[in-house]
Structure formats: structure tokens, C-alpha cells
């Protein structure tokens, strides 16, 4: 199949993503819902994945390289968010 693993939220302990050593993989929606299926996660995450509602974020955390397949609005390991854009005063 793909080497992979589960990526857990580190506050629920839920599956909020993947971890793929082969980029390509993220690209097959049958084959990430296989992945959750195997794991009985698919009633959660299977819709999303098939609907493409996931974003791919390339490993910058370690050498493992590969990437981070991650569900809804979950971050991946190492991933910062913007900050928010200061909103301008008018006086």
C-alpha cells in the first residue's frame, strides 16, 4: 500500500491527518480512504478525503521528509499559522 502514519491532535488525541513518505499517494482519494477504512476511520474522515477536503503540507518538522495529508482545519506538525493582518485605523 503507502508507508504512512496516523497524525493525532495533540489535545483530543483524534486522527486529524496523515503522514505519507510518498507525496504522490495524497493524490489518491481511494487509496487515503482505504488508509482510514483500515484504521475505522472512514465514517469521519472518509467523506472528507473523498470530497478532496484536506490539504497537503510538505514535512519541514524532520528528516523523514514525505508529507502531512491533514483533514478540515487541523495543522500539521510544524505548521504556523499567519498572523492575522492588523486592521488599519482610520483617524
Same mark, same amino acid.
Request: one cysteine or more; a positive charge; charged letters at 25%.
Given at each position: 500500500? *503507502?508507508?504512512?502514519? /496516523?497524525?493525532? %491532535?495533540?489535545?483530543?488525541?483524534?486522527?486529524? #491527518?496523515?503522514?505519507?513518505?510518498? @507525496?504522490?499517494?495524497?493524490?489518491?482519494?481511494?487509496?487515503?480512504?482505504?488508509?482510514? *477504512?483500515?484504521?475505522? /476511520?472512514?465514517? %469521519?474522515?472518509?467523506?472528507?478525503?473523498?470530497? #478532496?477536503?484536506?490539504?497537503?503540507? @510538505?514535512?519541514?518538522?524532520?528528516?523523514?521528509?514525505?508529507?502531512?495529508?491533514?483533514?478540515?482545519?487541523?495543522?500539521?506538525?510544524?505548521?504556523?499559522?499567519?498572523?492575522?493582518?492588523?486592521?488599519?485605523?482610520?483617524?
Amino acid at each position: 500500500m *503507502a508507508e504512512y502514519s /496516523l497524525v493525532e %491532535d495533540r489535545q483530543s488525541g483524534k486522527v486529524c #491527518g496523515l503522514w505519507l513518505r510518498n @507525496p504522490r499517494v495524497a493524490q489518491d482519494r481511494v487509496l487515503l480512504c482505504a488508509l482510514l *477504512a483500515k484504521h475505522n /476511520l472512514s465514517q %469521519d474522515l472518509g467523506a472528507i478525503a473523498l470530497a #478532496g477536503g484536506y490539504r497537503v503540507v @510538505p514535512n519541514t518538522v524532520d528528516n523523514k521528509g514525505g508529507c502531512f495529508v491533514m483533514f478540515g482545519s487541523a495543522q500539521a506538525p510544524g505548521e504556523k499559522t499567519e498572523p492575522k493582518p492588523r486592521k488599519r485605523r482610520w483617524f
